[in-house]
């Protein structure tokens, strides 16, 4: 009996003393292996009288048990700390800055385009568009500009190099109104449409550049009144700024393309750079519109008799600096990165009715 | 167009402020752009009397003035060479804003003695341009007379006249909207005509009635002409008119007070008894004078104008002598001057287009041609030329001549049917038919009312021509406040969404780039001629005519150059790393279908350096943006043909290639642009870029529902295989790729080339390419002779473009 417990603390201690897996193994080879210690005890349980048997057997296979577990708890404990180890010289210094990643965005008035159309299309309107390079018919004299009036001043034209053959001379659309005409002509109302897109004016100064964005809705329907217009708007309006309610008022104004004709102003305090809607006692003028006139319905094959609607237009590179307060209108357009990384979108910043408009 | 609240009250009796009428003329239409109001402005000064000044103890050109002030006695210092005991001037306390200054006056010693308060002149209160001393005022003014009071400074309104209403540049027609609108009562005084006591010796021939159809004149001689009295000046001169002398005063108080525009000539100028008016002419030949010489003009401005046929010229003479352009100046030669004795004074009434067109041809406004051009009232003519008399022999005496007229005036607008349910069914307004008709006559319109109503307007309502206009005239009287808000019928969003396949694949496009690194930019549709040529543009069809910048003058045919300019630009403000994009359109030709959508990406490849060490090739980073955008976009990116060579000459020849469906079906050429392009626009390489024809990019095929077909995920492992081969170095990789994953389209799932290597163990000329080939097994696990064979299938199909297994 002393030789077993003298063997099992040989071992325990061997153990426990072993300071890699080899030396491990090495002890388990000598104990339990072939011609290990426990081994020979192990066999030499074949020769014994069943009594014998009876009473060592237990206490030849309790040695081995608590050999093999010995064992195994050393063997994990060394590899834990093998695995420790390594990890340690492992160790990458993570303040390190990571590969920089080039950040993009969205321009705000395209942000703005696609917050309009957003809401529109939860009124119901469809999304037109037309030629940036327009006729005379289209850009004017369709839309009740007679040639050669004076309201045709009011629209500072560019003009494309005159047709050698007809003469004719093209112009840049001076608003996307033409494709209102064109809508009207190709399609039977009820129409419900805006028409977004570039336009261009011959100005250039702090408010003013060659090329702007406008968009223009069109209704028309039997019975579509003024009080209609004054509910899409105040109601686009609100929506597109993001309050419950917009203290708006419509003025009476001229367009040769409308009678009756209004310009819509809404209250504000812009004092401190910011855009303080409902409040203060200025106001700004956001938009045109009004009843769509009976000739330029007559123009495109539309019976004023029987259909009657609105149209209305606004400048959407202006809203876009309205809303998200950028205080000048000409780095729209010059492609500034440090501009553009801060007025931009996020490209997840798409409209939608769930999480808002931007 | 400006106006005084004193003149206005002379056509409406009204107790309204300043505020209130602006309040009013907005919400009526008449826009306002400014009040000015200069009583405001002058409130804090007053009338005071200096009662001594002694030279100042510190200063030679200082006096210390003691100075009766509505505040009592207070000591100033003064400069003004004119200060002395007894003069009567005005007066600033401490703390008023001095508007010609601009400063706020404080309490502080001027060389040690403490002025209380500031004499001023006449340019401290901007009531004239410079001054040589301080007011000199008169002696029975009473000490703390408010300034504004003395000077008659009085509120002025500035509106913008929108081009239908000629009749709001005349107070009596702005007069009329506001009492209609509920501000007053109209009281224009009547015009009384003035007799005349013998024929007028002068008498006028119309020529060119299309131009103006009828002009009256009368002389009037024996007038006294010179300055004309302080009323009138100040009237004038508070609308920023200057006055001139008596007879030019009248008529620009007359075309001020009823839009009527008048002439007044010098008769003793006068070469003959007749007056002509004519189309200009083209001399047609004659000694020192070449054929098609314009005849010339010496206006009263000083400036020669050379005539064309189609402006309205006044001529003496015989008709030989241009005299003036009708409806738009005057000719120096006969104008009047303080010695003049005996005027023609002319009343006409010239073409609205044949004015406007005048005024744009030679550069030309003038108050006259203003109105003309917008449409005077033609039945003023006569009572014009009375009101005009009437004035001249009330400030220059004189004895008129009977009325000569020529010609007729065009005939008055005509009546028209109008059904007063129009109101409310374009206004959604409901108003009493009275209170329609109300509005209307208050107007000047005439009603008869039957079923339906006829309505004839005014004769200076000549934009009334139908029921809109009328229903806008009552709406805009009755007030848009009053509008209702009417929900527009709910018809909800449409099912499908309203953006049609291209405008939402734009959509998808942008978000996409930005998410992948790039910013969006916005630039002109325009760009310089000679940079269009650059991008296979510069036709002189899509040239603007007049540009706004000599820089700007072509329709664009690429977006690249503008992209390529903006990142140049970045680069020169020290971010050279630019990464831009652009979905807008570029232009072929001047037709609608010309114009293509492109979405055009641009990379300046400067990254900043890295501790890690190199990037990925920019080039090819660029190219995996692009077949990912691609993707994204529906295009049919495994049947896209990439072809090197052939991209147009502002691409890089030997970096840069095409994606195509065909050689007529190009969808974007992408790559490194051109040296020599980039250098002509000022910009450093390299720049890689893409171009997008959007409209050439087949949309996907419409399906009748959304269901999408049944996925084939083999439950099976894939496997790969390597192979190494050896091609000629001038073979496409593409194409070695492409034929092998051809050599087995079930089983070949992807062909990844993760080696090409030139140098020793491969010959000269030829390159090693190693290809992973992705095998996906799929009704059952491939035994070793089937991966066999595969093999051999793949290295069979290599075979065929050249490419041999490596040994």
């Known amino acids: ?358 | 167009m400006k106006f005084t609240l004193s003149w206005l009250k002379e056509h409406l009796e009204t107790d309204a402020e300043i505020a209130e009428v602006a309040e009013a003329m907005t919400m009526a239409g008449l826009e306002v752009e400014d009040v000015h109001d200069p009583v405001a402005a002058l409130a804090p000064f007053t009338v005071a009397r200096i009662v001594s000044a002694e030279r100042h103890p510190n200063a030679d050109r200082l006096q210390v003035c003691q100075v009766d002030t509505v505040d009592g006695l207070k000591e100033i210092v003064c400069g003004a060479p004119n200060a002395r005991a007894g003069l009567t001037t005005i007066y600033a306390p401490i703390g008023a804003w001095v508007p010609g200054l601009g400063v706020t006056l404080v309490e502080k010693p001027v060389r040690g003695v403490v002025s209380n308060g500031m004499l001023c002149s006449a340019a401290e209160l901007e009531l004239a341009g410079e001054s040589d001393g301080i007011l000199d005022l008169a002696d029975d003014l009473k000490v703390g007379t408010p300034a504004a009071g003395v000077f008659g400074a009085e509120p002025v309104i500035d509106f913008e006249v929108t081009p239908n209403r000629a009749d709001w540049l005349g107070m009596a027609g702005i007069a009329r909207d506001l009492a209609a609108a509920g501000l007053g009562r109209l009281k224009t005084p009547d015009i009384q005509p003035v007799p005349g006591t013998f024929p007028s010796p002068i008498t006028v021939r119309i020529e060119a009635p299309e131009m103006c159809p009828v002009f009256a004149g009368r002389l009037i001689r024996g007038v006294k002409n010179g300055p004309s009295p302080e009323w009138l000046q100040r009237r004038l001169t508070a609308i920023g008119l200057r006055p001139i002398n008596r007879l030019v005063d009248v008529t620009n108080l007359v075309a001020y007070d009823r839009c009527r525009p008048l002439h007044v000539y010098d008769a003793a100028k006068l070469v003959g008894s007749e007056i002509v008016v004519r189309g200009g002419q083209v001399s047609e030949g004659a000694e020192h004078i070449a054929a098609g010489t314009h005849e010339h003009l010496i206006a009263l401005d000083g400036k020669t104008y050379a005539v064309d046929p189609a402006m309205c010229v006044i001529a003496d003479a015989a008709g030989e002598r241009p005299i003036g352009l009708g409806g738009v100046m005057g000719g120096e030669s006969t104008g009047c001057a303080d010695e003049t004795v005996d005027v023609f004074v002319e009343c006409a009434w010239f073409d609205p287009l044949v004015t406007a067109q005048t005024g744009r041809t030679l550069t030309l406004t003038s108050d006259a041609q203003y109105r003309f051009a917008r449409g005077v009232d033609p039945a003023s003519v006569v009572p014009g030329l009375e009101l005009a008399t009437r004035l001249i022999l009330d400030l220059c005496g004189g004895e008129p001549s009977e009325i000569v007229v020529a010609g007729e005036g065009p005939a008055s607008p005509a009546a028209f049917a109008f059904d007063p349910a129009r109101v409310g069914a374009l206004t959604g307004l409901s108003l009493a038919d009275d209170r329609i008709a109300e509005i209307l006559s208050q107007l000047g319109f005439e009603i008869a009312r039957g079923s339906p109503w006829t309505v004839t307007p005014p004769s200076w309502r000549r934009d009334a021509e139908g029921p809109a206009d009328l229903v806008e005239e009552v709406a805009r009287i009755e007030g848009y406040g009053k509008l209702p808000s009417t929900p527009l019928p709910d018809l909800g969003a449409p099912s499908k969404g309203v953006l049609n396949p291209r405008q939402a694949r734009v959509r998808a496009a942008r978000r996409a780039l930005a998410a992948m690194g790039y910013a969006e930019a916005v630039t002109w549709s325009f760009t310089k001629q000679s940079t269009a040529a650059l991008f296979g543009g510069g036709d002189d069809r899509l040239r603007v005519e007049n540009p706004i910048a000599a820089d700007l003058d072509c329709m664009r045919p690429s977006a690249l150059a503008n992209l390529i300019q903006a990142a140049a630009r970045n680069a020169d403000r020290g971010h050279p790393d630019a990464a831009l994009f652009e979905i807008g359109p570029i232009y072929l030709d001047d037709s609608p279908t010309g114009q293509r959508t492109v979405i055009a990406g641009l990379v300046a490849p400067r990254a900043p350096r890295h501790w890690s060490g190199g990037a990925e090739d920019a080039l090819f980073a660029l190219k995996g943006d692009l077949m990912a955008l691609l993707d994204a976009l529906g295009a049919p990116t495994a049947s896209l043909q990439l072809v090197q060579g052939q991209n147009r000459d502002w691409w890089h020849p030997g970096r840069s290639a095409r994606l195509q469906l065909g050689p007529k079906n190009v969808i974007v050429e992408f790559g490194a642009l051109h040296p020599r392009v980039l250098k002509a626009l000022d910009a450093d390489g390299p720049m890689l870029a893409f171009e997008i024809v959007l409209d050439a990019v087949p949309e996907p095929r419409g399906k009748a529902t959304k269901a999408r077909g049944a996925a084939s995920l083999a439950p099976l492992m894939p496997l790969t295989r390597d192979f190494a081969f050896v091609v000629e170095d001038g073979k496409a990789t593409g194409d070695l790729v492409r034929a092998i994953a051809g050599a087995d389209k079930t089983l070949i799932t992807d062909v990844r080339v993760f080696d090409v290597y030139r140098g020793a163990g491969v010959a000269e000329g030829m390159k090693s390419v190693a290809l992973e080939v992705v095998i996906q097994p799929r009704d059952a696990t491939l035994t070793e002779a089937e991966i066999e064979a595969l093999s051999s299938k793949v290295v069979a199909a290599a075979g065929k473009v050249g490419a041999v297994l490596r040994g």
């Open chain 1, 1 to 358: 009996m002393t030789d077993l417990a003298q063997l099992e603390l040989d071992l325990i201690n061997a153990i426990g003393g072993a300071e890699t897996a080899a030396a491990v193994e090495e002890l388990r080879v000598s104990a339990l292996g072939k011609s290990g210690s426990i081994s020979g005890l192990l066999k030499g349980m074949g020769a014994m009288s069943p009594d014998e048997r009876r009473e060592r057997g237990p206490v030849i296979n309790g040695l081995r048990d608590r050999v093999q577990a010995a064992l195994a708890a050393r063997k994990a404990e060394l590899e834990a700390a093998e695995l420790d180890a390594r990890l340690k010289a492992e160790h990458v210094d993570l303040t390190l800055p990571p590969r920089p990643r080039r950040k993009g965005s969205v321009h705000p008035t395209m942000q703005v385009m696609d917050e309009m159309i957003a809401l529109f299309a939860d009124m119901g309107f469809a999304v037109a568009e037309g030629p940036d390079i327009e006729d005379d018919f289209h850009n004017f004299t369709a839309l009740n500009f007679p040639p050669k009036h004076p309201a045709r001043e009011m629209h500072d034209t560019f003009f494309l190099t005159p047709d050698p053959g007809t003469g004719e001379r093209k112009v840049l659309r001076t608003h996307t109104s033409p494709v209102q005409v064109r809508t009207m002509m190709t399609q039977k109302p009820p129409i419900r449409i805006i028409a977004p897109g570039r336009t261009f004016r011959k100005d250039s100064d702090a408010t003013h550049t060659p090329m702007f964005h406008q968009v223009e809705g069109l209704v028309i329907d039997r019975g579509v009144h003024m009080g209609h217009l004054k509910w899409t708007l105040e109601t686009f309006v609100a929506r597109f700024f993001e309050v419950d309610d917009i203290d708006a008022r419509f003025r009476p104004h001229h367009f040769p393309f409308t009678e009756p004709s209004a310009e819509m102003d809404i209250r504000c305090d812009r004092s401190g750079g910011e855009l303080k809607l409902n409040q203060g006692d200025s106001w700004m003028e956001i938009l045109g519109c009004g009843m769509v006139h009976p000739n330029v319905l007559r123009n495109c094959g539309i019976d004023p008799d029987e259909y009657q609607g609105f149209a209305f237009g606004m400048g959407v590179d202006r809203l876009a600096m309205l809303k998200y307060g950028i205080p000048d209108l000409r780095p729209m357009f010059e492609g500034d990165t440090r501009w553009l990384a801060h007025y931009g979108f996020s490209a997840f910043a798409a409209p939608n009715p769930a999480s808002g408009l931007s």
